[in-house]
T-cell receptor
Framework: QQQVKQSPQSLIVQKGGISIINCAYE??????FPWYQQFPGKGPALLIA?????SEKKEGRFTISFNKSAKQFSLHIMDSQPGDSATYFCAARRAGAGSYQLTFGKGTKLSVIP | SAVISQKPSRDICQRGTSLTIQCQVDSQVTMMFWYRQQPGQSLTLIAT?????????ESGFVIDKFPISRPNLTFSTLTVSNMSPEDSSIYLC????????????FGEGSRLTVL
């Protein structure tokens, strides 16, 4: 059972535009929601993360919006650049689980075109 | 941050054979993790490897298929045994930035193709 549903599967955005990737979860016991960025041939790297006690977290051009009641969270990339072209994974961790036991979404392949 | 080196980076294997993937970390870590990334799929935790003890496997993964060694605090191996085409995946070694942080560093992965 897919516990974290990510959409869209792929996304094409013009340079300078806003990229939005959405994730939804079912398990209300999740307490930590990171986003990972993966470039081709590389391992995923932590981009930004949020906990459910806040509704938004911003780091540079990257913002996570979190809606606890809807069990949804999203990644917004402002002023998208060609260098942002990568696959993005949302993830969630269950409270009380090993801190490394993340449930990942299936990923979104982002292409930013000049 | 941790630097994680994996070998091989990619390999093409024949059905029924086994392949061992090596993972070297540039610092001592208590736990090392092995993930599988199937084409178009999410990352799935295979097992956790602690130095000096048996690896802990997640549901759906068994030691006979994915034996793991952890001889010291900087090194681990994952063997994919008796491979079938369904085992074609990227296998990723990972460590945690700090105990309990949930922030993972990943190696670049080992891409296996089974014919």
């Amino acid at each position: 059972q897919q516990q974290v549903k990510q959409s869209p599967q792929s996304l094409i955005v013009q340079k300078g535009g806003i990229s939005i990737i959405n994730c939804a979860y079912e398990n209300t016991a999740f307490d930590y929601f990171p986003w990972y960025q993966q470039f081709p041939g590389k391992g995923p790297a932590l981009l930004i993360a949020i906990r459910p006690d806040v509704s938004e977290k911003k780091e540079g051009r990257f913002t996570i919006s979190f809606n606890k009641s809807a069990k949804q969270f999203s990644l917004h990339i402002m002023d998208s650049q060609p260098g942002d072209s990568a696959t993005y994974f949302c993830a969630a961790r269950r409270a009380g689980a090993g801190s490394y036991q993340l449930t990942f979404g299936k990923g979104t392949k982002l292409s930013v075109i000049p | 941050s941790a630097v994680i080196s994996q070998k091989p980076s990619r390999d093409i294997c024949q059905r029924g054979t086994s392949l061992t993937i090596q993972c070297q970390v540039d610092s001592q870590v208590t736990m090392m993790f092995w993930y599988r990334q199937q084409p178009g799929q999410s990352l799935t935790l295979i097992a956790t490897a602690n130095q000096g003890s048996e690896a802990t496997y997640e549901s759906g993964f068994v030691i006979d298929k994915f034996p793991i060694s952890r001889p010291n605090l900087t090194f681990s191996t994952l063997t994919v045994s008796n491979m079938s085409p369904e085992d074609s995946s990227i296998y990723l070694c990972s460590v945690e930035r700090g105990v309990g942080t949930g922030e993972l560093f990943f190696g670049e992965g080992s891409r296996l193709t089974v014919l």
